[in-house]
């Protein structure tokens, strides 16, 4: 599965991904996974519809691929290294063969619940190692699991449930975050007054508190694992039968219920881990991630074990039991991969080396960002300070919709640069649109980022509704998926993501991005984040007002402050897009997985305020208050 070594490589690869993308994909697919039965077609298209089949006719399992077919030369392997949110607990280490166990007796305990092929499974659990296993064990058995984020509300948490009519649900008593306890169950018991489908709750244990059990539908997960059988044959699947559902928000309307099916998935998402990260058979792997978002998904269960790997599970949070605890994690067991989020990266630089240093970063190989643009200044911090300019930093661009990684570096074959995704992946054939839906050509120039052509891991529709789906991604342009970011092409081909295309703010007749800005004015030394929104303005249309977090938040000299920022924007790109109003502040309201929330500061800024929308949801609610009271 490993054939992007240099740049050779993977032009050629490239290449013949492109002119030949049948050829290309069933070698791969051939080369590197079990099948029960082969395909009678590689790919069959037609994005008006929109249709994307990949690998029509073939059966398998992913389970066996990610699991069985490692037992016997690496069953003492271990799978999942599972690290505890409290420093002074044991890590844990799964091998290939425990996890087969585990996930086995698991698929029994579904069975003997009613479940079947085809039924949904809702998991809504912490980040424990029975998480991965229950993801696991739905796809032994053909059952369609949904996870739901364990930060989520009740609310979030019911209309997920029956959105997909999921049959039963997967829990536990709570979890660890930090210093906090998650009391999860009650949070279940209040989703579940609205469920009527719902007709057992398996609950695992974690922090062991009394928690109420609805006798009849709830049951203790441990005793009936105990008593299952070891054994329970893969359910043949077929290569289009759905595998999952992952909800994502939409710029409007309920989340959208994506749908990833069986072979595609697992051949995109195996060869993308297997060539972004360059993972090598004792390798560490470490993706900071929640599997309740598609990077988990894709990039700490399937792609990792589908490659026999060690993939890192972290139960707890960055700042506990203070921020130097990813290092401390590193060096503990010697990760060789690192996978993380701008935003926990800006925090982390926030926080001084002296929280850095002690540790032995040296395991360290390759550094990855994902979830938004990575500004200039974060991408330095981790390279410097983290990779000690040695380590490849892959900027990963892709979506919930995407399955696996579109756009990266690839170490060895090219380098990353700051606020660069770079190049497209094999396989992957980018375009950049214009207003009038015209594809633009040539490089330096900047459009609406679309992908021509299909890739093996695309979601095939939106649970429910295929309609919303061809809505959303396939009408705005003719034959193509539409992404929803915008993006420029440098002189060299290169792509960088310049943000939510509903983000763009048109300034008397410019667009502009707020991307950039943000970067220019993160450049500042006492800058921690931004966040620009656009603003009616009588003349200009729009204009531009700054949210600004510092990272000393007693910085008292806000007028010369303003200036300086507002000069460093004017400098980096042009004095077009100085802000017009500026409000220093405490926090950023941000979602669960760490975007800012524009929605909510566009409308705090265009005093917009009746009706602000669902703000329950944020990580952190309280902030919108504060703005709203200092909003200028
Ligand atoms: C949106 C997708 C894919 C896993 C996590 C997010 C933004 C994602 C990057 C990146 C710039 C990025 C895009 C994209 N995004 N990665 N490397 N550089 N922007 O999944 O929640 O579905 O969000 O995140 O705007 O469309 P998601």
């Not at 925090?347 to 040296?362: C, E, F, R, T």
């Not at 380590?391 to 640069?417: H, Y």
């Amino acid at each position: 599965m490993y054939n992007l070594k240099d740049l050779k490589s993977y032009t050629k690869s490239y290449k013949k991904s492109v002119e030949n993308p049948e050829a290309f994909w069933d070698a791969i697919a051939k080369a590197n996974f079990v099948w029960k039965r082969p395909w009678s077609r590689v790919l069959e298209w037609d994005f008006s519809l929109p249709k994307i089949s990949w690998f029509e006719g073939a059966q398998l399992n992913i389970t066996e691929n990610c699991i069985d077919r490692h037992l016997e030369q690496n069953g003492n392997k271990t799978a999942i290294l599972f690290e505890p949110n409290n420093p002074n607990e044991s890590s844990e280490a799964i091998t290939y063969t425990d996890l087969h166990k585990r996930v086995n007796q698991f698929a029994n305990v579904l069975k003997s619940k009613g479940i079947q092929k085809g039924d949904r499974v809702c998991v809504y659990l912490p980040m424990i190692p029975e998480l991965a296993i229950a993801v696991l064990a739905c796809a032994r058995i053909g059952a369609i699991h949904s996870v739901v984020f364990a930060g989520f509300s009740a609310n979030a948490l019911a209309s997920r449930i029956n959105d997909c009519d999921c049959k039963l649900l997967i829990t536990s008593d709570g979890g660890y975050r930090g210093a906090k306890t998650i009391d999860l169950k009650s949070i279940v018991d209040t989703a579940l007054l609205d469920c009527a489908g719902i007709e057992a709750v398996l609950v695992a244990k974690r922090i062991h508190t009394d928690i109420s059990m609805v006798s009849g539908r709830d049951f203790w997960l441990q005793p009936l694992l105990e008593s299952a059988s070891a054994i329970c044959e893969a359910t043949v699947m077929d290569a289009e039968d759905p595998l999952f559902i992952l909800y994502t928000s939409g710029s409007t309307g309920q989340p959208k219920g994506m749908v990833h099916t069986t072979a595609g998935y697992m051949v995109y998402s195996a060869y993308t881990f297997k060539n972004i990260f360059q993972y090598e058979p004792e390798d560490i792997y470490w993706c900071t991630a929640d599997i309740g978002w598609i990077t988990g998904h894709s990039y700490i269960v399937y792609g990792p074990l589908l490659n026999g790997a060690t993939t890192l599970m972290f139960e707890g949070v960055p700042s506990y039991p203070d921020y130097g605890r990813f290092w401390s994690i590193v060096e503990k067991h010697k990760v060789s991969q690192f996978y993380t989020a701008p935003t926990a990266i800006r925090a982390l630089a926030k926080q001084g080396l002296d929280l850095v240093s002690p540790y032995d970063l040296s395991s360290l190989k390759v550094l990855g960002t994902v979830g938004e643009p990575i500004n200039e200044e974060a991408w330095h911090w981790y390279n410097d300070h983290i990779g000690k300019r040695k380590c490849p930093i892959v900027d990963t661009w892709w979506q919930t919709e995407t399955g696996g990684i579109m756009i990266s570096p690839i170490p060895k074959s090219f380098d990353g640069k700051p606020t660069f995704a770079t190049l497209p992946f094999v396989g992957i054939q980018p375009a950049l649109m214009d207003e009038k839906g015209e594809e633009i050509e040539g490089n330096s120039v900047e459009g609406r980022l679309c992908i021509k052509f299909p890739w093996p891991s695309m979601a095939r529709t939106i649970w429910g509704n295929h309609q919303r789906y061809k809505e959303t991604y396939f009408s705005a342009y003719d034959q193509s998926y539409f992404t929803g970011d915008g993006a420029l092409r440098d002189e060299n081909g290169h792509y960088r993501i310049t943000g939510r295309v509903d983000d763009v703010i048109i300034v008397s007749g410019h667009n502009l991005g707020t991307a950039p800005i943000e970067d220019a004015i993160n450049e500042h030394p006492k800058v921690a984040e931004s966040a620009i929104v656009g603003y009616p303005h009588d003349i200009k249309g729009s204009a531009l007002y700054g949210y600004i977090t510092l990272k000393n938040s007693d910085d008292t000299n806000a007028a010369a402050l303003k200036v300086e920022i507002n000069q460093l924007i004017s400098k980096h790109i042009g004095p077009i897009a100085k802000l017009d109003k500026i409000q220093f502040t405490s926090g950023l309201p941000k979602t669960r997985s760490g975007k800012i929330m524009r929605r909510i500061l566009r409308k705090i800024a265009s005093k917009d305020t009746s009706n602000l929308g669902d703000i329950s949801t944020l990580l952190n609610p309280e902030v919108v208050e504060t703005i709203m009271k200092n909003s200028l």
